[in-house]
């Protein structure tokens, strides 16, 4: 009796198909950041879900690979899209930090969909392997053929099956809005319900074909990015940085050593200034205090334009000193008025 009881209160594969499809629809429609709380709790929860109707459905064992969807019943068509489903919601986890793992894994159920319906015939439309394995099939056509040429033809098709799948997908969402309320309400017959899962599972054969366009451009730039990452940090490793060799400016170190070593010791007189002050005897006790501090104005370097007038300046005194000598000299032996013959009696 209890075993019984148990079995009544586990939920069926319907309404776990039904709860996971309604959590997913909220969270497409919502206002609220995908990354916020609640919307990521509605995720797992449908999620969470979902990897229940899987496992009871693989115990179950309801489809054959043999099988068309025609001989599907009309009621289990609805659990082919069970892969896609997880799919969307894997997508719509935020705040982990292996981002590449859930494109993986999210383009992994959408491929295990898209194998499913392919083999079902559900519609008419090829694998994304089977394009890229197409091309690698015959590689001596891809090597002799232009590349320019082929990269245009090659997204000329893609933009044309984008657009068709776009077409499609409107026409299906349309006959899809018509088709609901009955189908939900029970009053749809079986042919209606049939026509509705199978629009259903079309819908999401479109959906899928395009989140995996999406998810293996993402998944290119975070491996470029990651490479790109892993070389810059090996080529800057702080063990294979060249030291660091100091730079010293030249006319900062003459200036340090003629007037100190910057504000606030700078000069505040000439050389001449000081020069006149000290002939005058004004020095003051602070001039003189630098003085003994100061190197000697011997080490000082002249610079080559004031060489000229510093050595016609010495010749100047030189022969003015002369001169005042030789009239000394002239004034001993000669007294005064000496030539002056104009009062002569």
Same mark, same amino acid.
């Given at each position: 009796?209890?075993?019984?009881?148990?079995?009544?209160?586990?939920?069926?594969?319907?309404?776990?198909?039904?709860?996971?499809?309604?959590?997913?629809?909220?969270?497409?429609?919502?206002?609220?950041?995908?990354?916020?709380?609640?919307?990521?709790?509605?995720?797992?929860?449908?999620?969470?879900?979902?990897?229940?109707?899987?496992?009871?459905?693989?115990? =179950?064992?309801?489809?054959?690979?043999?099988?068309?969807?025609? +001989?599907?019943?009309?009621?289990?068509?609805?659990?082919?899209?069970?892969?896609?489903?997880?799919?969307?919601?894997?997508? &719509?986890?935020?705040?982990?930090?292996?981002?590449?793992?859930?494109?993986?894994?999210?383009? +992994?159920?959408?491929?295990?969909?898209?194998?499913?319906?392919?083999?079902?015939?559900?519609?008419?439309?090829?694998?994304?392997?089977?394009?890229?394995?197409?091309?690698?099939?015959?590689?001596?056509?891809?090597?002799?053929?232009?590349? =320019?040429?082929?990269? =245009?033809?090659?997204?000329?098709?893609? /933009?044309?099956?984008?657009?068709? #799948?776009?077409?499609?997908? &409107?026409?299906?969402?349309?006959?899809?809005? !018509?088709?609901?309320?009955?189908? *939900?309400?029970? *009053?749809?017959?079986?042919?209606?319900?049939?026509?509705?899962?199978?629009?259903? %599972?079309? /819908?999401?054969?479109?959906?899928? $074909?395009?989140?995996?366009? !999406?998810?293996?451009?993402?998944? +290119?730039? $975070?491996?470029?990015?990651?490479?790109?990452?892993?070389?810059?940090?090996?080529?800057?490793?702080?063990?294979?940085?060249?030291?660091?060799?100091?730079?010293?400016?030249?006319?900062?170190?003459?200036?340090?050593?003629?007037?100190?070593?910057?504000?606030?010791?700078?000069?505040?007189?000439?050389?001449?200034?000081?020069?006149?002050? /000290?002939?005058?005897?004004?020095?003051? @006790? @602070?001039?003189?205090?630098?003085? /003994?501090?100061?190197?000697?104005?011997?080490?000082?370097?002249?610079? +080559?334009? *004031?060489?000229?007038?510093?050595?016609?300046?010495?010749?100047?005194?030189?022969?003015? %000193?002369? #001169?005042?000598?030789?009239?000394?000299?002239?004034?001993?032996?000669?007294? #005064?008025?000496?030539?002056? #013959?104009?009062?002569?009696?």
């Amino acid at each position: 009796m209890a075993a019984f009881t148990d079995e009544q209160q586990k939920p069926k594969l319907r309404e776990l198909l039904e709860t996971g499809i309604e959590l997913l629809e909220e969270v497409e429609t919502t206002t609220q950041p995908t990354g916020s709380k609640q919307i990521q709790e509605k995720v797992r929860k449908a999620l969470k879900h979902l990897e229940k109707a899987s496992e009871m459905l693989s115990q =179950l064992d309801l489809f054959s690979r043999n099988e068309d969807w025609e +001989e599907i019943a009309s009621a289990d068509l609805k659990y082919l899209m069970l892969p896609a489903l997880k799919g969307a919601l894997t997508l &719509k986890l935020v705040g982990t930090n292996n981002r590449l793992h859930l494109l993986q894994d999210a383009r +992994e159920l959408f491929m295990n969909f898209l194998t499913q319906s392919h083999s079902y015939h559900v519609a008419e439309f090829q694998l994304p392997w089977a394009q890229s394995s197409s091309q690698e099939s015959n590689p001596a056509a891809a090597a002799t053929s232009d590349t =320019l040429e082929h990269n =245009l033809v090659a997204m000329a098709s893609q /933009r044309q099956a984008k657009i068709q #799948r776009y077409k499609q997908k &409107k026409a299906v969402e349309q006959r899809l809005s !018509s088709l609901k309320s009955a189908v *939900e309400s029970g *009053e749809a017959d079986d042919e209606r319900v049939r026509e509705y899962y199978l629009l259903q %599972l079309r /819908r999401w054969i479109n959906i899928s $074909l395009d989140e995996i366009d !999406s998810i293996d451009q993402e998944i +290119e730039i $975070l491996r470029e990015r990651d490479s790109f990452g892993e070389a810059s940090v090996s080529q800057a490793s702080p063990q294979e940085r060249p030291p660091l060799k100091p730079f010293v400016l030249t006319r900062s170190v003459a200036q340090a050593q003629v007037f100190g070593a910057g504000y606030p010791s700078l000069a505040t007189l000439t050389v001449n200034d000081w020069y006149e002050q /000290r002939q005058k005897g004004e020095v003051s @006790s @602070s001039v003189r205090e630098a003085e /003994r501090q100061a190197p000697p104005l011997e080490t000082l370097s002249v610079s +080559e334009p *004031e060489k000229p007038d510093l050595e016609q300046k010495e010749e100047e005194d030189e022969n003015a %000193l002369h #001169r005042m000598q030789e009239w000394d000299d002239w004034k001993d032996t000669h007294p #005064r008025g000496y030539g002056n #013959r104009q009062n002569m009696g």
